[in-house]
């Protein structure tokens, strides 16, 4: 098995620190879970270290739901990371 | 019954409340609220702007439409948030409410604005009148206010 | 900064929101309740008739806004009430409150109600399809919402 | 003393009851309170008699603010009586 394609998108100041609004990624083997993923993200570059430098302040979707980090992704999710929302 | 709209333009609350209740005579009492872009002297902002994420926004809006509806016992209610920049004094979100009822119509009024605030998924950043942008950051008291009910 | 007004007219809501809150900057929520004359096929209403004690509900409406206003920091408040002959599904009452933050204009929303319920010397007489009209009983529930505050 | 004149005004059912709106009245020398005008008013005739039938639906307003039946009232004052508000 070649990983785990997924849509990663970003919001806010998440979105400014990483650079990207969106990108596409595989995930590797051995990457299985959201909380995963984020480690994997983080240890890309400085721009995805800064954006998850602070875990607290770090909110995930998957599919468009809030999920927590122990939740395991599939192929062709799309996951959002996003600091907590500030709307109404 | 829930009307959900995520805009950049201005709402008109009174075309709202009458596409709710116009015709519908089991309403007794219509809960409302009206959030707007505030500034004050100690804390000057000339424009907000929201970003949200399109999709997931819908959905969350219309999820917690759905959980007011069945536990106020609403006839119906109405969800209208802006997004883009919005300046000082702007309506930023429109909730509206219709029960039978008049506690039931406040009571889901209040639960959508403190269960908005803390789930659907915008995000402000502030202009201010130098020329600074900063995100907000989430209050506290908004989780609190979202976990009474 | 409280309206208050008791006529036989319509009122426009937007019209009252904008007097309200335009150009005032520090106003972040604004809460409002509409009353509307309710018919349900259980208890059909084709009209209520509203008579008040004239130079009273005036003075007990400004006593029950000022006393809001105080509590909950508002920065205005408007409470319009209708007397005479309304059909089912028009509009009775309109209550606005505007203040900083959101939970005062929500909470001061319903203040204003449940007090203008239990104090205002309003009365309504219910007109039903056969012709009758009878007087509506004050209701307990009504006592009891407004001692909550 | 010749006793103390009022304006009295009756809402709702008991404007109706007493098929009047509003009266002028000299309350004799002896009827100083609310209460004790109550009891002289329910006394001059059956239709007044019938709007004061149940006490515990019977609300007193002096100079258009809530009183109570303990008070004593004033030449001149203007005396509301009506059933509990069901206004909003």
Known sequence: ?88 | MATIRVQAEPFDVARELAALSDGRHEVGGIGCFVGTVRSTPEREVTALTLEHYSGMTERSLAAIAERAEERFGLLGCTVIHRVGRLPAGEAIVLVLAAAPHRQDALDATGFLIDWLKTSAPFWKSESTPDGQTRWVEAREADDTAARRW
């Open chain 1, 1 to 88: 098995m070649d990983g785990t394609t997924l849509e990663i998108l970003y919001f806010a100041w998440m979105r400014q620190r990483v650079g990207l609004a969106s990108e596409r990624v595989v995930a590797p083997p051995g990457i299985a879970t959201l909380g995963e993923l984020v480690g994997w993200l983080a240890a890309r570059d400085a721009a995805h270290a800064s954006a998850f430098e602070n875990p607290r302040l770090v909110r995930v979707a998957l599919n468009q739901e809030f999920a927590s980090l122990n939740v395991r992704f599939a192929p062709g999710d799309e996951v959002a990371f996003f600091p907590p929302v500030t709307g109404g």
